[in-house]
């Protein structure tokens, strides 16, 4: 199912998916409807995070237990895509202070 394996130092090989796997992967799960993620695991070897993590860049919602509630892996996922966004924004503040102390020190 993946298309090509690239080795990590030291981990094993990860799994890459094309767009047109993604989106057969996707279908199914909805197709499937409840229960579909799970059965998509198992058919397609890929994990629940990753599933959630395609759902999330596509702007599509996440998956919901049983409760309608968020899984906890779930909820871990989208609090880490926020702080990735935090910290990003951060950073570019950040180099904009660093020039802005550069500039002032250049005239001492």
Excluded: C, N, P
Excluded at 55 to 78: Q, Y
């Amino acid at each position: 199912m993946a298309k090509g394996k690239k080795k990590v130092a030291g981990k094993k090989k990860v799994k890459r998916y094309t767009a047109s796997q993604k989106k057969e992967i996707l279908d199914f799960i909805t197709k499937k409807g409840r229960g579909g993620q799970t059965k998509a695991v198992a058919k397609f070897g890929v994990t629940a995070a990753t599933i959630a993590s395609w759902r999330l860049k596509d702007g599509g919602s996440a998956v919901r237990t049983a409760k309608g509630g968020a899984s906890k892996e779930l909820r871990a996922i989208e609090e880490l895509a926020s702080l990735i966004k935090e910290i990003a924004t951060v950073e570019a503040h950040l180099e904009k202070l660093k020039k802005a102390y550069q500039k002032a020190k250049s005239k001492l």
